[in-house]
């Protein structure tokens, strides 16, 4: 299975303000997927991140408020924009290979004060 | 609209008894599933999955059972152990997107010694 380190783990920022999370990955992957987890809720799949090309997201979810980026196959971040307090989540990145299960990193826990 | 329902919150069980994990699910077009395992401040962790084409899969202390006339599905763990509580995520996905998955709502398992 791929080593998938996230980065921040954690942060608390002022709302307003915007975060990248970056997850850098330790072996080329064909798939990742940016996750969210907000406080007592289940992981809701936010878009996937294409390499070379704009993220597909899914809906509900907008380019503006959560821009991604895959410059390669073993890096991406996801900028959570302007936040507010409803942003405080935690937030998963995910990768696949093709035909094997989704990996994650042990996400970035942000609180919007 | 919940697509993946898991409807027991929380499940406690006395040590080297069975636990028995239930999720349902509604839409048709999902034809293979997962269980994740998650503790805190740390991502999900794969644990077994199955295809629609069969209906068990057994790994280790490890079992799923998939209805799918009932679209329901079940993780048996024989015998539970200390170490299995976590949080417990179902998840489903469709042939033509095998890894962008929809989470249940998760199963909070406690182990007693």
């Known amino acids: 299975s791929a080593v998938i380190s996230q980065k921040p783990s954690r942060d608390i920022c002022q709302r307003g303000t915007s975060l990248t999370i970056q997850c850098q990955v330790d072996s080329q992957v064909t798939m990742m997927f940016w996750y969210r987890q907000q406080p007592g809720q289940s992981l809701t799949l936010i878009a996937t991140?294409?390499?070379?090309?704009?993220?597909?997201?899914e809906s509900g979810f907008v380019i503006d408020k959560f821009p991604i980026s895959r410059p390669n196959l073993t890096f991406s971040t996801l900028t959570v924009s302007n936040m507010s307090p409803e942003d405080s989540s935690i937030y998963l990145c995910?990768?696949?290979?093709?035909?094997?299960?989704?990996?994650f990193g042990q996400g970035t826990r942000l609180t919007v004060v | 609209d919940q697509q993946v329902k898991q409807n027991s919150p929380s499940l406690s069980v006395q040590e080297g008894r069975i636990s028995i994990l239930n999720c349902d699910y509604t839409n048709s077009m999902f034809d293979y599933f997962l269980w994740y395992k998650k503790y805190p401040a740390e991502g999900p962790t794969f644990l077994i999955s199955?295809?629609?084409?069969?209906d068990k899969n057994e790994d280790g202390r490890f079992t799923v059972f998939l209805n799918k006339s009932a679209k329901h599905l079940s993780l048996h763990i024989v015998p539970s152990q200390p170490g299995d509580s976590a949080v417990y995520f179902c998840?489903?996905?469709?042939?033509?997107?095998?890894?962008?998955?929809?989470f249940g709502g998760g199963t909070r398992v406690l182990v007693k010694p």
């Open positions: 991140a294409n390499q070379g090309s704009e993220a597909t997201y």
């Open positions: 998840a489903a996905s469709d042939g033509a997107a095998v890894n962008k998955l929809t």
């Open positions: 995910s990768v696949a290979q093709q035909g094997t299960e989704a990996f």
């Open positions: 199955i295809s629609s084409i069969k």
